[in-house]
């Protein structure tokens, strides 16, 4: 009697799939993507959409392209990702070499040089902003000591200011970047370096025909991921210089934010929206590269 239960509740499960014209593998197989469908469409699609519909406007844009502070705030952006990327991918690749030693004291430096990037953003980035408050910031009292002067006004010049931002970016991600080109300088196999060495090649030709061709690829693309990832990182600039001085540090991240404070949500999302030239090749020549 049981086994007959169980047949004809089975039976009757059958026949509601086929009812609706799925098989009782699909109709479980749906049922287990239903979650991760609806959470993609509550926290990611949803957002998105939302943020399209609410610049929608053309008029935004045309009030967006008459604010002096996005033509400079575009300007900024180029030069926050044409210098800065550039510089801390060199950099990465640099240290890469140097902490594959196999020392002690190269390890203890490496546990070091991590901390930045494992502690939060905002403890790190506003305990800089405090180190260079002109009047009690422990930088400028160094300097008073030394030198019996006042140090300068740090983030109240604007080009000194963005530079200071674009080494904070530095020192709070190369550590990341550092690793992952490490881990693939350490896939290459040592032999090629032990033949190129009994060859007499030294270390520029070591990088030359062994590094640098076998990580070119994870380069470029970890190169392109950093600027994606750069556009849309806010806290370098907005937690050092909030923007200022008069609004001359902003980048396309923290636009937004400025107009979301002034509450002008349509010019906060058009800006944001002004920001997919920038992202949207990005994603296609990275997508390129890893199809190859």
């Known amino acids: 009697m049981a086994a007959t239960a169980i047949d004809t509740a089975a039976r009757r499960e059958k026949s509601r799939w086929a009812g609706l014209g799925l098989s009782e593998r699909q109709a479980w197989s749906l049922l287990f993507v239903a979650p991760y469908v609806a959470i993609f469409i509550g926290f990611v699609l949803f957002p998105v959409g939302y943020s399209f519909w609410l610049a929608r406007s053309p008029q935004l844009y045309v009030e967006l392209a008459a604010d002096p502070i996005f033509l400079r705030t575009v300007i900024n952006t180029f030069v926050f990702l044409v210098v800065a990327i550039n510089v801390k991918m060199a950099l990465a690749l640099f240290l890469s070499g140097f902490f594959t030693h ?5 390890k203890v430096l490496a546990v070091l040089f991590v901390l930045p990037w494992a502690v939060p953003s905002i403890p790190t980035i506003l305990s800089v902003r405090f180190m260079l408050n002109p009047e009690w910031g422990v930088i400028n009292q160094l300097i008073f000591s030394l030198t019996a002067e006042d140090g300068p006004n740090w983030l109240n010049d604007p080009a000194l200011a963005l530079t ?9 991600s190369l550590p990341f970047w550092t690793l992952i080109l490490l881990a693939g300088r350490l896939a290459i196999p040592g032999e090629l370096y032990e033949a190129a060495s009994v060859d007499g090649a030294g270390a520029w030709h070591r990088f030359r025909y062994i590094t640098w061709p076998s990580m070119s690829t994870l380069y470029v693309t970890c190169t392109l991921l950093s600027m994606i990832f750069t556009v849309g990182d806010f806290n370098s600039v907005y937690l050092l210089t909030g923007g200022g001085p008069a609004d001359l540090t902003h980048v396309l991240a923290t636009l937004g934010i400025r107009y979301l404070r002034l509450d002008q949500v349509g010019l906060a999302m058009a800006s944001i929206v002004c920001a997919l030239p920038l992202i949207l090749p990005l994603v296609y020549f990275m997508m390129r590269r890893l199809s190859r």
Request: proline share 0%; hydrophobic share 65%.
């Open 102 to 106: 196999k020392r002690w004291w190269v």
């Open 164 to 172: 200071l931002s674009m080494l904070v970016h530095i020192w709070k």
